[in-house]
């Protein structure tokens, strides 16, 4: 009898890595929850919704975005780490993955530890641009009026932890001067009061920006890439009037920790076809950024960029001596 009890536990026990591979194939089966952990209608936002439409197509099912701002950033994030690891609920994000383990000292959730990766999806230049109506008209205007007005400038971000707080940090670092800073749930709403003129300057993503800018709506300065944006060749790079201040957003892909490696490997897959699509490739040109190449759209990409970049922002917020807690 003792026998037959230990055949058949065998038999079962031989039987779970199987039956959980042959889940992963029938994987998805179901609508799946990409969790942005930022306001509707803000820049990652806007990424997450394009790249979305495609995965549907190619996974066969609904991926559904779902906004849960709050915290900056880390709100949404923890809700992912701790969902259910059935690749049914995932995390898209931006550069606050990496900022928020030294942001945030008491973080409740471990970037590295408690996520798989997926993969990178874009990196997004950001741009300096403020109301209308804002004094100065060229960056070196700008840099001479923040430093001899300083906290009588009002100065937009979407939240502790979020890239518009992070950008302006920098910029003030680079000026060694200090603006008011007024945090909003959210790049949207930042956004609107800048075009309303209630508040003088922001540096937020281009995917928030280029539409405004191109319309006339905000009075723009620079843009932090490298070189000039194809869709806003006017623009000039930081780099161009001497500004010390060059960032990128990047946005990264992630599933719980312990998501089945076939899983993974499927959204991987999905991932790529979104960012090989050309209506994304075309839209994402028209908000001044492009996809990543196939090789960083994987999971070895994304934790290699996000463990090397909590290293860099740990040192830079750690000398800014500014948290969230």
């Keep these: 009898m003792k026998k037959l009890v230990s055949l058949a536990a065998g038999v079962l026990l031989a039987g779970l890595p199987f039956a959980g591979s042959a889940f992963a194939q029938d994987y998805p089966t179901k609508p799946i929850t990409v969790v942005v952990p930022f306001a509707a209608g803000g820049p990652t936002d806007t990424v997450a919704r394009l790249v979305a439409e495609v995965m549907s197509q190619d996974l066969g099912q609904q991926v559904v975005v779902q906004n849960v701002g709050g915290a900056g950033g880390t709100l949404g994030a923890g809700q992912v780490a701790t969902a259910s690891n059935d690749g049914y609920t995932l995390l898209l994000h931006h550069i606050g993955m990496s900022t928020a383990p030294t942001l945030y000292r008491s973080l409740p959730y471990d970037p590295t530890a408690d996520f798989e990766p997926v993969g990178l999806i874009t990196a997004v230049p950001m741009t300096l641009v ?33 890239a518009s707080q992070l950008c302006g940090m920098l ?43 191109q319309a006339g709506e905000v009075k723009a300065y620079a843009v932090t890439s490298p070189e000039r944006l194809g869709n806003l060749p006017d623009l000039p790079t930081t780099a161009e009037s001497g500004l010390e201040l060059e960032i990128g957003v990047w946005h990264g892909l992630y599933a719980p920790a312990g998501t089945d490696a076939a899983i993974v490997e499927r959204l991987e897959a999905a991932l790529k076809t979104a960012l090989a699509n050309e209506t994304v490739v075309s839209r994402f040109a028209e908000l001044g950024t492009v996809p990543v190449s196939e090789e960083e759209a994987t999971p070895e990409a994304l934790a290699e960029t996000l ?9 830079v917020i750690e000398e800014a001596g500014v948290y969230a807690d």
Aim: glycine residues 10%.
């Design 171 to 213: 910029f003030m670092d680079a000026l060694d001067t200090q603006m008011t800073t007024v945090p909003y749930q959210g790049s949207g709403p930042a956004m609107t009061d800048i075009i309303g003129g209630q508040i003088d300057f922001i540096c937020d993503q281009t995917t928030n920006t280029t539409s405004q800018i």
């Design 130 to 162: 403020a109301k209308k109506d804002f004094e100065p008209n060229t960056l070196e205007e700008l840099v001479a009026y923040v430093k001899a007005n300083g906290e009588n400038i009002t100065y937009a971000h979407a939240g502790i932890g979020s």
């Design 307 to 315: 463990s090397s970049q909590i290293e860099l922002w740990r040192g």
